[in-house]
C-alpha cells in the first residue's frame, strides 16, 4: 500500500501568503516504498487550505485529475487517490497473473505545481509520466485553470472574450514559431493538425511569461518531436482574454 505523507510544518506554496485575495497551499506527496521490482508510484501535489468553495473546487479538480490519469478504460473510477494507486498496481499484478508480456515494473509519476496566481485567476500544471508497458511512457502536461471569484475551473474556452479573434492571432504567431511559410498549409512542415487546419490545444493557462498553449505529444506532431508550446504575452493578447491579468 503507498504510504502518504503530509507536511506539518507548512512548507506552503504560497504566492504571497500576506495578500488577502491569494491562496495558501500545502504539498501532500503520495509515494511507495522503494523496491525495484514493484509498480512505482509517486504523486505530489498542492492541496488548497481552508473552507472556501474555491479551495473545494481546486483540489476536487486536481484529485479528478490524477485519478483519470492513472484509471484505465473498464476501471470503475476509484473515489480517492489512494484508491487510484491500488488500483493501478492491481491491474499490473493481474496482467503479471495471466502470464501477459509484462517486461518491467509499471510507474507512474505525476507531479502538479501552482505556475500562476492573480486577484482573478489561478493555473495549476500538471505534469503526467505513466508507464504500462510499451516502448515508451505516455507523458503528457495538462493545465487546470480556475475563476477565483467566480469559484469554478474554466473550460480553455471560457479564458477569451473574443476566441475566434485569438486563435486567428495565435495561427499567425505559430506559423511565425514553426518556420511555416506564408500561403502554405499548416501541415507544410510535417505536422498532422487534423484537416490540415490549425485548432487551439486542449491544454492553454495563463503563465508569469503570457498566456501558454500546449500541444502534447501526437496531438499535431510525432511523438520524437515532444510538446510544442506558444507563449503570447499579455501584452499582445490582453484585449482577447475574459478580465485582467498580471503583465
Not at 486567428?168 to 514559431?177: I, L, P
Request: with cysteine.
Amino acid at each position: 500500500m503507498p504510504f502518504f505523507i503530509r507536511f506539518s510544518f507548512l512548507l506552503v506554496l504560497l504566492v504571497g501568503c500576506n495578500k488577502a485575495n491569494e491562496l495558501t497551499f500545502e504539498p501532500v506527496l503520495f509515494q511507495d516504498q522503494a523496491c525495484e521490482t514493484c509498480t512505482k508510484v509517486s504523486i505530489a501535489r498542492p492541496k488548497a487550505l481552508g473552507k472556501s468553495v474555491m479551495a473545494a473546487t481546486i483540489n476536487t479538480a486536481v484529485d479528478q485529475q490524477i485519478i483519470s490519469a492513472l484509471s484505465f478504460n473498464g476501471d470503475k473510477e476509484p473515489e480517492s487517490i489512494t484508491d487510484a494507486i491500488s488500483t493501478f498496481k492491481n491491474n499490473h499484478g493481474q496482467m503479471k497473473a495471466q502470464q501477459m508480456a509484462v517486461h518491467q515494473p509499471w510507474q507512474a509519476a505525476i507531479e502538479a505545481t501552482v505556475i500562476y496566481e492573480d486577484t482573478t485567476h489561478l493555473t495549476i500544471k500538471m505534469k503526467t509520466d505513466v508507464f504500462t508497458g510499451g516502448a515508451h511512457a505516455h507523458k503528457t502536461t495538462s493545465f487546470l485553470n480556475f475563476d477565483k471569484k467566480k469559484g469554478k475551473k474554466l473550460t480553455p474556452g471560457e479564458l477569451f472574450a473574443d476566441e475566434i479573434g485569438f486563435k486567428t492571432f495565435a495561427e499567425t504567431k505559430f506559423r511565425e514559431q514553426e518556420a511555416i511559410p506564408e500561403g502554405k498549409p499548416i501541415n507544410h512542415t510535417g505536422l498532422m493538425f487534423e484537416s490540415d487546419l490549425f485548432y487551439l490545444p486542449d491544454n492553454i493557462g495563463y503563465t508569469s511569461e503570457g498566456i501558454r498553449l500546449l500541444y502534447n505529444p501526437y496531438e499535431v506532431a510525432s511523438f520524437a518531436d515532444g510538446a510544442i508550446t506558444l507563449t503570447l504575452p499579455y501584452a499582445e493578447v490582453k484585449h482577447f482574454l475574459v478580465g485582467k491579468t498580471k503583465s
